[in-house]
């Protein structure tokens, strides 16, 4: 049984994208998500209004990807920020404080979107490739590390797993032995 993940919707106007994520972000979406924004902005969607009014958490893996885009594409204080967090619950809110990762969003309270009509879910793709899946875990825990150093005891396991896990699959692909098989 697949675990409960978030459900992702989208609208676009004016080159603005409202991605509306309801239910639980996690690394089981996370790849589905960089893809979808990804995509936008070579659209020429350079501003995205993320609407976590029905949000009900985030974990690490979906926060790191999140944090990497919000790295990755420019912005200029709150004013002109590539991604707005639009009504974060207050868990969610304490962990981009936790984590130290809020300034890279500006963080807004009010009402969602009035196009939610013109909404469309994002259609969920295959399963995700598990090698695909470990190595964007590996990189969101490596992102929020380097953002903020207070990160690094709480993950520096998780990416010690990820990355041993991440080089097994590879060298599955490649038809080699896993490292410390016998």
Known sequence: MKAST????????????WIRIGGRASFNNSVDFKTLVHGLWQQGCHHFVLDLTECLLMDSTFLGVLAGLGLKYPHN???????ELLNPNSRISDLLENLGV???FKVIQGKPSEDRANQQPVAAPAESDSKEVTRTCLEAHRTLMAINPKNVP?????????AEDLRKKEDEDKGAEPTGSR
């Open 6 to 17: 978030a459900n992702l919707s989208v609208a676009v106007c004016e080159n603005v994208a």
């Open 77 to 83: 204080g709150d004013k002109d920020a590539a991604f």
């Open 102 to 104: 809020v300034q890279l």
């Open 154 to 162: 709480k993950f520096k396991d998780v990416t010690e797993f990820l």
